[in-house]
């Protein structure tokens, strides 16, 4: 077909170097999925001898090398849900603060910095921080509410940031409308604003569920301990000013600290963890989707 | 919106005092809220700084000897060291190690993503993105220290698979899903006006990333890497588990090393409370804090310059 339409060495050379370009980047973005596959499957076919709803319910027997994970879930829902109790208020309040009061100028500039370097810090920091602030500075001491503040200010600025998302997607049209009725920029965030974004927030406060729940270092040395006896199934075993055990440093201790654990037993840990923590993320995801489908505007 | 209330109940005269306090008192908190952002970063250096001060004024403690001696013998009897060098070093490596992995298939990725690929698949894949970022980071090290040790162990033959590369592997995957959805954001921030142009001069997709959008979105990839790298500088859990326990300075991949973070976390339980160990490692923390302030500054700042322009 080499007649007047055939393509001359550029265009052919530049219709090569766009395919190869293609297929390059299509690759390494499937070499991000891979490895997630791998190593779910990994996991769980490693843990499958051990899961079961018993292994959840059911307390680590002989010095922990064997039996289930309670008193650490337990104690990671009691850890995640303080936290929240704490970090939400404070998180909504101040996206509120930044997206609808917030003025333009230097100091504002710096809370946006303050807030994306809260982000930023490591959170072997934040369990310094929680460690000379709560345990010591507050005399909370080892505890669970010490162990929660931490992990709450480590999480804000997960919540600060998709609230502050969820209320930048109602339009200024919506804002205008209220105010030039002669309502108060207040009354125009409760009337208007909040209840436009509230399903834009709730998928945030998920986000930070599942952040808080897979933290380790700052519930370590803050309020979580190797191990903590529980009756088997009990929903309330621990008090506000108790140490407990979390599922993160659970498998941690599974994994490097005890010696001669039933094999699958760190495995299912982890499986239980990423679990729960994926299907959490997946909740919101879904919820977002939902979301998006129906936005009327 | 029944919800709304009318426009004659909401006029001010109309209000009540209660209710003028109350709103009052409300934007006043709403005000300390947003506003607290700043408190926690400021107590959280001075908190970790105030456990560590005590150590920068005694006696045989020196700054230099802190920062630049590779001798770290905190519970030595008789010789005490506390010098770091060889910690930072080991931070450096494998950053540098997961940067030099997670870089190019980031921000490929980032490219794909944004450029080459239909709106459906990339929904898809910034579901696993996000999903790849949630993973926390004690099951990464657990990972590192079952499968990819072993992996690595076999695929070389080195005696333990806690290492730089192992730990370098791991860090390299908790840092791609940061450096894809900011490159993606900078991507998408170019404007469709500056492809439209390409497109028209008959450029294939290909030459529009390279010659059009890689240099129209310089600053916030850098800033996607930036971020990338004070993911990996910060780091603890994932690197405590992979990278094996030796404080010493990594002299090829296969060795084992120790992180900044990964120190505090594996000694911070056997100090104790008020001792020149314990402050020690505090001074690290207050190290760490600064590293990633100055990292994420100087991205906000180069992701601020975009936005000038």
Redesign the interface.
């Known amino acids: 077909m080499a007649g007047r339409f055939a393509k001359t060495p550029h265009i052919a050379r530049k219709e090569i170097a766009e395919s190869v370009a293609r297929s390059v980047f299509g690759l390494m973005s499937a070499a991000m999925i891979v490895p997630l596959v791998l190593i779910v499957g990994y996991l769980v076919v490693l843990a499958w001898p051990a899961l079961s709803l018993e292994f959840l319910l059911d307390v680590p027997k002989r010095g922990m090398t064997d039996g289930g994970i309670w008193p650490a879930f337990v104690g990671t829902l009691y850890l995640v849900g303080i936290s929240l109790l704490v970090s939400t208020p404070i998180g909504v309040l101040a996206a509120i603060y930044l997206n609808e009061y917030a003025k333009d100028n230097w100091f504002n500039r710096l809370v946006n910095l303050a807030v994306i370097n809260l982000a930023g810090v490591p959170s072997i920091v934040h369990a310094l921080f929680g460690l000379g602030a709560f345990v010591y500075a507050a005399r909370f001491g080892y505890s669970i509410l010490s162990a929660s503040l931490t992990l709450a200010i480590m999480t804000l600025p997960v919540i600060i940031a998709s609230t502050r998302e969820a209320l930048a997607s109602v339009p200024m049209a919506f804002r205008e409308a209220c105010w030039n009725v002669g309502a108060t920029r207040w009354q125009t965030v409760r009337a208007v604003v909040l209840p436009n974004s509230i399903s834009g927030i709730l998928t945030g406060v998920i986000l930070q569920v599942s952040r808080a729940a897979g933290e380790t270092a700052p519930v370590m040395f803050t309020g979580a301990v190797f191990f903590k006896a529980v009756q088997r199934g009990d929903l309330f075993p621990y008090g506000l000013g108790d140490q407990c055990m979390a599922l993160s440093m659970h498998l941690y201790t599974l994994a490097t600290q005890v010696p001669n654990v039933k094999e699958a037993l760190p495995y299912a840990t982890a499986v239980v963890l990423l679990g729960s923590v994926l299907l959490v993320n997946a909740t919101a995801i879904v919820l977002r989707i939902w979301l998006r489908n129906r936005k009327k505007w | 919106?029944s919800?709304?209330?009318s426009?004659i109940r909401?006029?001010?005269a109309e209000r009540s005092r209660a209710a003028v306090l109350a709103?009052k008192a409300?934007?006043a908190?709403?005000?300390?809220?947003?506003?607290?952002?700043?408190l926690?970063?400021a107590?959280?250096f001075f908190?970790?700084l105030?456990?560590a001060a005590p150590v920068l004024f005694s006696e045989g403690f020196s700054l230099g000897q802190f920062l630049f001696s590779t001798e770290w013998y905190p519970t030595s009897a008789n010789n005490v060291r506390y010098g770091t060098f060889a910690l930072t070093v080991g931070t450096l490596s494998v950053t540098a190690l997961a940067m030099l992995i997670a870089v190019?298939?980031g921000l490929?990725?980032a490219?794909?993503?944004s450029e080459?690929?239909k709106p459906r698949l990339r929904e898809t894949?910034k579901?696993?993105?996000?999903?790849?970022s949630?993973?926390?980071?004690?099951?990464w090290?657990?990972?590192g220290?079952?499968?990819m040790s072993k992996l690595i162990v076999n695929a070389t033959g080195a005696p333990v698979g806690v290492n730089v590369l192992n730990g370098g592997i791991i860090l390299a995957?908790m840092s791609?899903?940061v450096i894809?959805s900011i490159g993606e954001d900078a991507l998408k921030a170019v404007p469709d006006s500056f492809r439209e142009a390409g497109v028209a001069l008959g450029a294939?997709?290909?030459?529009l990333?390279y010659r059009v959008l890689l240099p129209a979105a310089r600053n916030g990839l850098l800033a996607a890497v930036l971020?990338g790298v004070?993911r990996a500088?910060?780091?603890?859990?994932a690197v405590l588990?992979a990278t094996g326990h030796a404080v010493h300075i990594p002299g090829s991949l296969l060795d084992s090393v120790r992180t900044l973070?990964a120190n505090?976390?594996a000694e911070?339980?056997e100090a104790p409370?008020g001792s020149d160990h314990y402050r020690v490692?505090?001074l690290t923390?207050t190290l760490?804090?600064l590293i990633?302030?100055v990292?994420?500054?100087t991205a906000?700042f180069v992701v601020r310059g975009i936005r000038r322009k």
């Open positions: 919106m919800s709304v209330p426009p909401i006029a001010r709103e409300l934007e908190l709403i005000r300390l809220s947003g506003v607290s952002a700043i926690f970063v107590a959280i908190f970790v105030k456990e190019p298939f490929g990725a490219i794909y993503l080459f690929c894949l579901v696993v993105i996000e999903l790849l949630a993973i926390p980071s004690v099951v090290g657990f990972v220290l079952t499968v995957l791609v899903p894809v294939t997709r290909w030459q990333v971020l004070g500088v910060g780091e603890t859990m588990m973070t505090i976390a911070l339980g409370s490692l505090f923390g760490l804090f990633t302030l990292v994420n500054l906000d």
